[in-house]
Nanobody
Framework: QVQVVESGGGLVQAGGSMRLSCATSGSIFSINDMDWYRQAPGKQRELVASITSRGSTNYADSVKGRFTISRDNAKNTVYLQMNSLKPEDTDVYYC?????????????????WGQGTQVTVSS
């Protein structure tokens, strides 16, 4: 059993900041990539930012220079620091992690989604 739980969403004014957290727990041997996605109603889920186990990061063009992804491997947690927020950043944000479950083979990888957290940016 693996649990992925996001927190930190809410309402913020345009130009403000917010930090999302995603904690992973359960039967985990190791965690590889940790990603943040977002999705608006009626639209496809899009990748916002990703970070590898070694700390390499990647960002969507729309958030480069404003969002920062980081991770604390000791806590199995990934963060998304969002600055200079815009109304178009309003979405449900989801965490997705790639895990090697405890007791699995060395090449076994499973991805898990969190339940999502709403971020609303008012103009």
């Amino acid at each position: 059993q693996v649990q992925v739980v996001e927190s930190g969403g809410g309402l913020v004014q345009a130009g403000g900041s917010m930090r999302l957290s995603c904690a992973t727990s359960g039967s985990i041997f190791s965690i590889n990539d940790m990603d943040w996605y977002r999705q608006a109603p009626g639209k496809q889920r899009e990748l916002v930012a990703s970070i590898t186990s070694r700390g390499s990061t990647n960002y969507a063009d729309s958030v480069k220079g404003r969002f920062t992804i980081s991770r604390d491997n000791a806590k199995n947690t990934v963060y998304l620091q969002m600055n200079s927020l815009k109304p178009e950043d309003t979405d449900v944000y989801y965490c997705n992690v790639e895990i090697r479950p405890r007791g699995s083979g060395s090449t076994t990888r499973t991805r898990y989604w969190g339940q999502g957290t709403q971020v609303t940016v008012s103009s």
